[in-house]
């Protein structure tokens, strides 16, 4: 009968909806104890469990869910800095869930990772072609390809850039980002307690005057270390993360040790080239000040002529691949007349 | 016996090994021909030194001056680059509108529509160089127009700048590595890079300034003389002026002052160095508009570090004064500590140590305790590690990219350094080692202002320029006690030598003095030759300044004597091996000559303003920039408005037009905004 069936009808959908609905709390109430089991609050996606909560459900979806793309096979490529990334995004994590402990937005937002080879085909449907990506799947999201992806300039400073994104994206607060303090409280009471009890031996040492700090052998070994450390050019390679060697291109089972080309240098070439300066230096110095003091002729002869020999074929070498790294032709300037 | 045998007569080395300049020698033998012929001889020889010194100092000067002039030959006195053409414009309205004007200038002209405070954001001391050379040049009827005094003023800065090195250097080593060390930093191409002729740019005066402001430091601490500290404070006043390099000098200088404090190093000469440097410095620093305040606040600098990041939990941050200014307090409570202990008899002063260290403990203890509940309470507060990035090289890049972007803070590699201070780089370990032996207040200065230079130029390349100075002092240093062992080698074991002839009978009794004495190891050697080696060996003692304490001396230094017979022998090194060593390390400096000379030729003498290309037909010159100036002169108004996309451009403009311009300057991104919005970028 006509009248009777709107009611029924009624009732299907709301039972549906509840049901429906009742399967939205369940996942929720499923991810957040997955994610209160999981470390630093990442969940750990696979292809079933992106279904179940991704592309099995209708939107609106009750969260948003924000998913890092990893693959451990390139975890030892450095310019990806994949891991280093995944641990700004645990940190990122684990401050929103902190900063959002008793608010309605503490079941409003995932953060999950998946890594390739597990689950291959959910990379295929996002469409990943690159590492890193980082993708937020919004609420009303229904095509995984559609999902907003985090910029080069989003990652780039972080977990601070990341949650600014997250900010602005989802509306919901991140927070201050917790950083772990450098020293643990138990490694900081363990200093302190171990300079206290130093302390009194060392201000009896300084006064007498005979800390290590007295001893001019530990200076002058420090101050050509720091020479030979500066003049090798190790701040460039730590500053630009530069490698020690590197694999030769055309031939992968050689090792290239120098780089031609002058703006940038290897890890190895610089130490190379530090030690070729650092030892003319040092043998001049054997030279004038110790081997003088060496009363037997002969032993003096040898090691002179050790020393020059050893010091001209250093700074030839390094002449020489100055001239060929840079390209630069040094020539000096006769007079035309002379020509 | 030992009466006879006291004629020892003292023959100077002459000015090498000695701090001061050897004026006169006097005999304390008696009075004999042989004596007075060889004071003779000493004589003159010092004065012959001192003319030749004089000599060659001069031609270190035109050395420095005329590598600089190649850009000069090869294009024409033309400022080059795009920020001297700023400094240039400055010097142009000092020149006409005088010094009040100059120093409370607004420029409505630059930056359009903000303008720009002259007077308080450039450092004035190169336009006033500039303007003074000029001026007074001008009052002596030399009419040389402003351009052609800025263009040379870097050349003649450089000359300065080697004789600054030579005095620095003879403070620390002698006189022989001071004309090395200022032959060599006429020279190094780090230094001529900013400098050559038309550079008009503050490193061309601010080197001269930081040398010579280190000279005066090391001249006051080895004097202890008042009136070098003043002068000292004076100096660095110019230098403040000059460059904001001056943070290198007033972190150094108390470094050094902790550094001879902690070794154990202090006297009322390093007080005396310091502390008047440090309150008229300081002083005068703040009357510089652009430093101000900065002077005594905190400086974002690498020496600040653990005590001023203790002090930033503590007080509020702006309230932190800056290093020099603790290490002020420091070097105060070392001079009670010492004063007191003056006074005090050795037990008392014990006494008085165990107490106020006791106290200094539980002090301590307690201020701790209250940092480390400070650090529990907030964890992120606390040490945030910020202070660690002045040291940590990878900072800039991380968190302040636009200064991470320019080329010239990038990091140098191993050619940057070939390339700039060339074969010193050598040479310096072995300046090193020679400082240290032995180790005195100036030579420990000059071992942590090259470790200080080194690393902080490992980091800029830019701060190369202020590492070339000090591995120019330290190779000269090598250089020098490299070329005296071997000379010396060489010197006292030629073939036929008539020096043999020149025994002194009474050093023959010195040795069998020595036999007497019971020493084993000198007996073997009594012989003619060797009576030839220890009239060098004389060589080696210090003299005697007066007659009146010849008697007390007497035996003072016989005994001297006896122990330097026993211990000491001459230090040679074998002929053939030496004369080996000096071929080479004449090579080696052949070698620097030639790379310097091209170094200024090709590398750094090109007036960015003016380009050359060489093709088939010749050479070709674009003078396109100019061109276009002249051009926007002619077809614009006075009072339009241009703008730029490259600011260094707009600088140029001005000088040849009088337009209002608008450039992108770094510090006012919506001005940014609005240009690249204009040109529809």
């Known amino acids: 009968m006509a009248i009777s069936e709107k009611p029924i009808l009624l009732l299907i959908l709301i039972s549906l909806a509840v049901v429906f609905s009742g399967a939205e709390s369940d996942r929720v109430a499923e991810l957040l104890s997955l994610q209160s089991r999981s470390k630093s609050g990442v969940i750990h996606l696979d292809d079933h469990s992106l279904s179940r909560f991704l592309t099995s459900t209708t939107t609106p979806r009750p969260y948003s869910i924000l998913i890092f793309f990893d693959a451990t096979q390139l975890h030892d490529k450095p310019e990806l800095n994949l891991q280093g990334l995944r641990s700004e995004f645990g940190l990122l994590a684990s401050s929103f869930i902190s900063n959002n402990k008793d608010s309605p937005s503490a079941s409003k937002l995932f953060f999950c990772d998946i890594e390739f080879k597990e689950s291959q085909s959910s990379f295929a449907q996002f469409g990943i072609t690159s590492l890193p990506h980082i993708r937020l799947v919004g609420p009303d999201v229904k095509s995984l390809k559609d999902s907003e992806q985090m910029e080069q300039g989003d990652i780039s400073r ?96 050689k090792l290239i040790f120098f780089y031609q080309g002058s703006g940038m240098q290897l890890g190895a070439e610089g130490f190379a080239i530090g030690f070729l300066y650092t030892i003319v230096g040092l043998l001049l110095a054997f030279v004038t000040h110790v081997l003088v003091r060496v009363k037997n002729v002969t032993v003096q002869r040898v090691i002179m002529l050790f020393a020059l020999f050893i010091s001209f074929l250093a700074v030839k070498k390094v002449v020489s691949l100055d001239n060929w790294k840079t390209g630069y032709g040094i020539h000096a300037f006769w007079p035309s007349s002379w020509n | 016996m030992t009466m006879i045998a006291i004629t020892t007569h003292f023959v100077p080395r002459g000015q090498q090994g000695s701090r001061y300049p050897i004026r006169s020698c006097q005999s304390l033998t008696r009075p004999s021909m042989a004596a007075s012929e060889d004071s003779n001889q000493s004589k003159i020889r010092t004065v012959f030194g001192s003319v030749l ?41 000092l020149t006409k509108n005088g010094i009040y004007d100059f120093w409370n200038w607004f420029d409505d002209r630059t930056w359009y529509p903000l303008g720009r405070v002259i007077g308080g954001t450039v450092y004035p001391g190169l336009t006033l160089t500039a ?34 090195t030579y005095l620095l250097t003879k403070e620390v080593k002698g006189t022989g590595a001071g004309l090395t060390a200022a032959a060599l930093l006429a020279m190094v191409p780090s230094y001529i890079s900013r400098s050559v002729a038309g550079s008009y740019d503050n490193e061309a005066v601010a080197i001269f300034a930081l040398i010579f402001t280190f000279y005066l430091y090391i001249k006051t601490l080895n004097t202890g003389s008042l009136f070098y500290a003043t002068l000292n404070a004076i100096t660095y006043f110019y230098m403040v002026c000059s460059w904001g390099g001056y943070t290198f000098i007033i972190n150094l200088i108390p470094m050094h002052v902790l550094l001879c404090i902690v070794t154990g190093r202090y006297s009322s000469r390093l007080y005396i160095a310091y502390a008047p440097l440090v309150v008229l410095g300081t002083l005068l620093a703040a009357l510089v508009p652009v430093v101000g305040f900065n002077a005594v606040m905190t400086s974002e600098h690498f020496a600040s570090f653990l005590v001023s990041s203790v002090g930033t939990m503590i007080l509020p941050s702006n309230f932190v004064v800056n290093f020099s200014l603790q290490v002020f307090i420091i070097i105060h409570v070392v001079a009670l500590v010492y004063y007191i202990k003056g006074i005090l008899s050795p037990k008392m002063f014990k006494v008085a140590v165990t107490l106020v260290v006791s106290v200094g403990l539980v002090v301590c203890c307690a201020v701790v305790a209250v940092l480390i509940a400070l650090v529990a309470s907030s964890p992120t507060k606390g040490w945030s590690g910020r202070s660690l990035s002045l040291l940590d090289p990878t900072y800039a890049s991380k968190y302040i990219p636009i200064i991470a972007s320019v080329s ?71 250089l020098s006690e490299a070329f005296d062992v071997l000379t010396r080698s060489i010197k006292f074991q030629l073939p036929g030598l008539p020096e043999n002839s020149q025994i002194d009978v009474s050093l023959i009794l010195f040795m069998l003095l020595t036999i007497k004495a019971g020493d084993t190891t000198s007996s073997s050697v009594v012989t003619q030759n060797d009576a030839a080696k220890t009239n060098k060996n004389e060589d080696t003692l210090k003299e005697r300044p007066s007659r009146k304490n010849r008697k007390k001396e007497k035996e003072h230094v016989e005994k001297t004597s006896i122990k330097s017979q026993i211990k000491k022998r001459l230090l040679v090194l074998p002929l053939e091996a030496s004369v080996a060593a000096i071929f080479l390390l004449v090579l080696l400096g052949a070698f620097y000559v030639v790379h310097c000379v091209w170094a200024a030729a090709e590398a750094y003498s090109a007036p960015s303003i003016v380009l050359t290309s060489h093709s088939h037909d010749g050479l070709h010159v674009f003078d396109d920039f100019r061109e276009a100036y002249a051009w926007l ?10 703008s730029f996309l490259h600011v260094y451009l707009s600088v140029v403009c001005l000088i040849f037009l009088n337009l209002f311009l608008h450039g992108i300057m770094v510090w006012n991104c919506s001005c940014i905004l609005i240009v690249f919005t204009l040109l529809e970028l």
């Open chain 2, 633 to 642: 002169r002619h077809n614009t108004e006075v009072d339009d408005k241009v």
């Open chain 1, 158 to 253: 972080m977990a601070d850039s990341m949650s600014d994104f997250v900010e602005s994206r989802t509306k919901l607060s991140v927070g201050p980002i917790k950083r772990p303090p450098m020293f643990s409280k138990k490694q900081l009471g363990f200093f302190v307690a171990a300079f206290l009890v130093w302390a009194p031996f060392v201000v009896k040492k300084v006064l007498a005057g005979q800390t290590l700090l007295h001893d001019s052998k530990i200076w002058l070994g420090s101050a050509v270390f720091v020479y030979f450390f500066s003049v090798s050019g190790t701040m460039h390679n730590i500053i630009r993360k530069m490698p020690m060697f590197l694999a030769d291109r055309n031939d992968p089972s």
């Open chain 2, 131 to 164: 303007g003074s050379i000029w001026w007074l040049l001008n009052s002596l009827n030399i009419p040389l127009s402003v351009e052609t005094v800025c263009v040379f003023t870097a050349p003649i800065f450089s000359a300065n700048a080697a004789w600054a």
């Open chain 2, 408 to 478: 010239e803070h990038q990091p140098p590699t191993w050619p940057s350094y070939f390339m700039d201070i060339n074969v010193l780089a050598f040479l310096v370990p072995a300046g090193i080692v020679a400082c240290f032996l032995p180790l005195s207040d100036a030579s420990s200065f000059v071992v942590l202002y090259i470790v200080t230079s080194v690393y902080f130029s490992g980091v800029m390349v830019r701060l190369m320029l202020v590492l070339a100075p000090a591995a120019c002092i330290l190779s000269g240093i090598a």
């Open chain 2, 53 to 93: 010194s004089f000599f060659i100092l001069i031609l270190i000067g035109v050395l420095a001056f005329s590598i600089r002039l190649f850009s000069v030959i090869k294009y024409e006195s033309v400022i080059h680059e795009f920020d001297p053409y700023f400094n240039y414009r400055v010097t142009q309205f």
